[in-house]
């Protein structure tokens, strides 16, 4: 339906728009030295849409995997600077189970998502105390007389199952960053920026809800220690940045303090990627390259994945 | 008759051209030779002819305007050519493999290189062209003041610990699909090693940091190597190279932007090729007829255009149990070192003919 709006309601959620003021920080800040990433980020993106395949042009469920590929080795030799990112894992075809109780309806978030980067270390809470105390005035949005769970798969449920998708001990146990990839060939495969969006919302309050249910037990709470979980979403050139902020585990009513999520939406990384230069009548009228590359979109990447580190 | 006299007119009139361009034409002065130079011809069914022919075919190619305008000369024949596999169960692959690619066999690993840590976990062969960089400990404790920072293995260790232990136990996973227990469990850890050990080693080596990691590459290479009669066909009975090309799909690869210095100088003696009397056929090796590439994991644009080091997994087919069980111990070897022969070999190949 809705998309965001409506996995605001399913997630109890107040939406921030932009990028939360520390992640923020770490983009301006120059002492991180973030520009001289862009050479090596260009690199990342004609490797991908050029240089990595026999034919002339890779399709996109091969070069979006690659550029993914590209930029967290990019990001992962910044260890050589930060010594506490080598406390990071990557792990792929993960499966994640949550269930929560939402005003008399049971709603719960299975399966393989995307990739997960756990950190031994969990993210410092990114909003203050005033701001989560000052959810519990903003009222959630309703679609009257829609019902919120329109549009959701109904499914006999025989056991409510929270599950991380790792077993206990696990060394790396904070779930970081979430990314999805969406890399299918065929456009109406492929989610929509706004489905991308509230299918990356859902996710990531799955992993926070079965990461809080770990750690403080089954009965619905306010946390004192608030949960953050990140995630990254892309097509190979559009890129949504979201941080969500799980409060609290009481989610049967509508009102009380809510969970928070900045979202920054449709950064493009870069225009167009020319595989074959452009010839109208025997003249080139294009040739092949990248066009409009935006250093700041791999800046924020770079932030989200330093995020809780610096 | 009208034939006839068109044609004369035509003769005549080329005549008197030709008269007046000779009155044109100044006369060469007498250092230059009066005619052109007499060699064989060009399309005669002669040996001069062939060898004529293939100069200009080399002519061709070097004057080419671009690396991939070459390579494209170089395969644009198409003709039946021996596949070879790198991971094969044939018997005595891998003296086949070295008289093919001119290889000599040194057992054990080349002088002055790293002591790398001998992981093998599992079926995995590291093929190693380490840098010399990496012999850290040595070049620790030898450096005064000033040196590389402390290799801390404890620390290597338990990245490599934290890996395995992830892939086949922290992680819920669903049993593995038929015959694909490579994909479910060897192949994961072996990426999270990799690229936690790239990031990890990035501060001892700085060819690490510009490195590019790509997974599931894919690597081809196609050469002549010695000659044959063409058996049957409408080309019978001539002479012809015989042709190889390798399509390999290493685990993982990693390239960098330098060339890594070699082991051992050019000239040097370490031993013979093996020379094998009968045809590649015998191997069993099998001719097929397809398009000839020449890759080594991504265009020639890159900048990233010598490789490190290859990860290749050795399929189920060919492990170490079903040999022991067939009474064929000291074929596992071999499989191990053809593997590194052909994926290796075509790789380099392929890197040499990237630089021109």
């Known amino acids: ?269 870069y225009e167009k990627a020319q595989c074959v230069p452009e010839i109208k009548k025997r003249v080139v009228v294009k040739p092949a390259g990248i066009y409009g590359f935006q250093p700041d979109t791999f800046k924020k990447f770079l932030a989200l994945y330093l995020h809780g580190t610096v | 008759m009208a034939v006839c006299r068109g044609r004369r007119l035509l003769w005549h009139g080329r005549c008197w051209y030709s008269q007046t361009e000779s009155a044109v034409v100044p006369p060469p002065s007498p250092a230059e030779p009066l005619y052109p130079p007499v060699v064989a011809s060009f399309t005669a069914k002669s040996k001069a002819a062939q060898r004529r022919r293939l100069e200009h ?69 590291p093929e190693a062209a380490k840098a010399p960089e990496s012999a850290g400990p040595q070049a620790a404790k030898a450096a005064g003041p000033g040196a590389a920072p402390y290799l801390d293995m404890g620390q290597l260790r338990s990245l490599a610990c934290d890996a395995l232990l992830q892939e086949s136990f922290y992680q819920n996973k669903k049993r593995p699909a038929l015959y694909r227990d490579q994909e479910h469990t060897p192949g994961p850890f072996l990426t999270q090693l990799v690229s936690t050990l790239a990031a990890f080693l990035c501060s001892r080596n700085p060819l690490l940091a510009a490195s590019s990691l790509d997974l599931n590459p894919e690597v081809n290479y196609y050469w002549h190597h010695g000659e044959e009669v063409v058996v049957h066909g409408h080309r019978k009975g001539r002479v012809d190279p015989v042709r190889f090309q390798i399509d390999d799909k290493p685990h993982l690869q990693l390239r960098v932007p330098k060339q890594l210095p070699e082991f051992v100088p050019l000239e040097s003696n370490l031993g013979d090729v093996p020379v094998i009397e009968h045809k590649p056929s015998k191997l069993p090796l099998f001719k097929k007829q397809y398009e000839n590439k020449v890759f080594i994991g991504s265009k020639t644009a890159d900048p990233c255009c010598y490789g490190h080091t290859q990860f290749h997994l050795i399929p189920d087919k060919l492990k170490r149990e079903r040999f022991v069980r067939a009474n064929l111990e000291d074929q596992i070897e071999v499989v191990y070192r053809a593997n590194g022969i052909a994926s290796l070999f075509a790789w380099t190949a392929a890197q040499a003919m990237y630089q021109g």
């Not at chain 2, 039946?80 to 003296?95: G, I, S």
Request: aromatic share 10%; hydrophobic share 40%.
């Open chain 1, 1 to 269: 339906f809705q998309g965001v709006r409506q996995a605001q309601w399913l997630t109890k959620t107040k939406l921030v728009e932009g990028l939360p003021p520390s992640v923020l920080g770490i983009v301006n800040d120059p002492a991180h030295q973030l520009e001289c990433y862009e050479e090596g980020a260009k690199r990342a993106v004609s490797h991908a849409r050029f240089w990595d395949t026999t034919e002339v042009a890779p399709r996109r469920e091969h070069y979006c995997p690659v550029l993914f590929e590209d930029l967290i080795h990019l990001c992962r030799s910044m260890a050589v600077k930060y010594p506490a990112l080598t406390k990071r894992m990557l792990a792929r075809n993960y499966k994640i189970a949550a269930t929560w109780e939402r005003e008399s309806t049971l709603l719960q978030v299975r399966g393989l998502n995307g990739i997960l980067m756990n950190s031994m270390a969990p993210i410092p809470p990114v909003a203050s105390k005033e701001e989560i105390l000052a959810t519990e005035e903003h009222v959630l949005e309703t679609f009257y007389p829609i019902s919120p769970t329109i549009d959701l798969q109904e499914v006999n449920v025989y056991r409510e199952l929270n599950n991380t998708g790792f077993r206990d001990g696990y060394p790396y146990s904070h779930p970081h960053t979430l990314f999805f990839l969406e890399s299918d060939n065929i456009r109406t495969n492929r989610f929509r920026p706004e489905q991308l969006r509230a299918k990356m919302l859902m996710f990531a309050f799955g992993n926070a809800l079965a990461k809080a249910k770990v750690l403080y037990g089954d009965d619905p709470k306010v946390l004192e220690q608030p949960i953050v979980v990140q995630s990254i979403g892309t097509d190979g050139q559009l890129f949504q940045f979201m941080v969500f902020q799980l409060n609290t585990t009481d989610l049967v009513s509508s009102d009380g303090i809510k969970n928070l999520v900045w979202i920054d939406s449709d950064q493009n990384l």
């Open chain 2, 57 to 125: 075919f080399k002519q061709r190619v070097h004057a080419a305007a671009s690396i991939e305008e070459k390579l494209r000369l170089y395969g644009q024949l198409q003709r039946p050519k021996y596949t070879v596999y790198p991971q094969t169960f044939a018997l005595n692959a891998d003296r086949w493999y070295q008289s093919f690619t001119k290889t000599v066999f040194v057992p054990g690993l080349p002088p002055r290189a790293a002591p790398a840590a001998a992981k093998s976990p599992g079926a995995v062969t």
